[in-house]
């Protein structure tokens, strides 16, 4: 089974300022399969990014993913009011279990 | 616009079965495209998924779990079922459907519902 391990597990950042999360993989794993979701209080989470650094629709360019192999990163390049979430990665490597990571919670500083 | 609504019981009570069902609107369950898919969350915790299933009825279960689910789709009805047997308090969460795509991402998601198992 693959382990997806995030860091840090809390990021506290203003408003404007960039953001870099990490999704490292206890192997390595296909990008096509990697993605990443957002997640407010009381929501679900939405999809953000598939394939390790395609944008799903509707997501703004702010939001970028990128990696191979077991270290996968997703940035926001400046964060805005509603960007404070948690975020989680995930991949399927074609034979169950599909796994996500423990998730990195951006809250403001 | 797909949208994806879970129902079932909110209360169930420990060492029985647990059932939600997932009504897909917008879309078709009978597509060849996707698969469908329950995840869950604990309260406060992470994302778990359960497992998925395909039009045909095709499966892949998480196998932590594996002994205790079962997922069914009736396209019929446009719907697709979990069943989760012998629950415990450790199977309280937030429940969540969403329809799993060729490249195995979940999109879109149900809204969730929150099932507690307790006597």
């Known amino acids: 089974e693959i382990v997806l391990t995030q860091s840090p597990g809390t990021l506290s950042l203003s408003p404007g300022e960039r953001a870099t999360l990490s999704c490292r993989a206890s192997?390595?794993?296909?990008?096509?399969?990697l993605a990443w979701y957002q997640q407010k209080p009381g929501q679900a989470p939405r999809l953000l990014i598939y394939?390790?650094?395609s944008r799903a629709t509707g997501i703004p360019d702010r939001f970028s993913g990128s990696g191979s192999g077991t270290d996968f990163t997703l940035t926001i390049s400046r964060l805005e009011p509603e960007d404070f979430a948690i975020y989680y990665c995930?991949?399927?490597?074609?034979?169950?279990?599909?796994?996500f990571g423990g998730g990195t919670k951006v809250e403001i500083k | 616009q797909l949208q994806l609504q879970e129902s079932g019981p909110g209360l169930v009570k420990p060492s029985e079965t647990l059932s939600l069902t997932c009504t897909v609107s917008?879309?078709?369950?009978?597509?060849?495209?996707?698969?469908w898919g329950w995840i869950r969350q604990p309260p406060g915790k992470g994302l778990e998924w359960i497992g998925s299933?395909?039009?045909?009825?095709?499966?892949y279960y998480n196998p932590s779990l594996k002994s205790r689910v079962t997922i069914s789709v009736d396209t019929s009805k446009n719907q697709f079922s979990l069943k989760l047997s012998s629950v415990t308090a450790a199977d309280t969460a937030v429940y969540y459907c969403?329809?799993?795509?060729?490249?195995?991402?979940?999109?879109?998601w149900g809204q969730g519902t929150l099932v507690t198992v307790s006597s």
């Open positions: 917008g879309g078709s369950v009978s597509s060849s495209s996707y698969y």
């Open positions: 995930q991949h399927y490597g074609g034979s169950p279990p599909l796994t």
């Open positions: 394939g390790a650094s």
């Open positions: 192997q390595s794993v296909t990008s096509s399969y």
């Open positions: 969403a329809r799993w795509g060729v490249l195995f991402w979940f999109d879109p």
């Open positions: 299933i395909y039009y045909s009825g095709s499966t």
